[in-house]
């Protein structure tokens, strides 16, 4: 599995694929914002240091989300979403990529 984290400047010509952490997790009832998916991930930044980036999607984006996977790789996406309803999830959740 993966997912790549790029960046890039408004005047760059390209985007810039460093080596980057991400992750990604489902916090439960206990946590800060419960109710969304959280993407977390780091990268090198152009001027030296570590750029934190954390993208949070709420369940209003759900479905939209599920659209979006299911245009890109129809059989795919459903694989995935059959596999999830057979899940029991924990309330709290990490998944590292």
């Known amino acids: 599995m993966t997912i790549t984290a790029k960046r890039s400047g408004l005047t760059a010509l ?53 659209i979006a996977m299911i245009k890109v790789d129809r059989e795919a996406a459903l694989r995935a979403f059959g596999s999830a309803l057979l899940q029991q999830p924990a309330p709290v959740e990490i998944y590292p990529f």
């Open 14 to 66: 390209t985007w810039s694929t460093d080596p980057s952490r991400v992750g990604l997790s489902a916090p439960g009832p206990f946590e800060d914002h419960p109710g969304h998916i959280r993407l977390d991930f780091s990268m090198p930044s152009k001027g030296g240091g570590i750029t934190q980036v954390r993208l949070e999607i709420t369940g209003e984006s759900f479905e939209r989300l599920a």
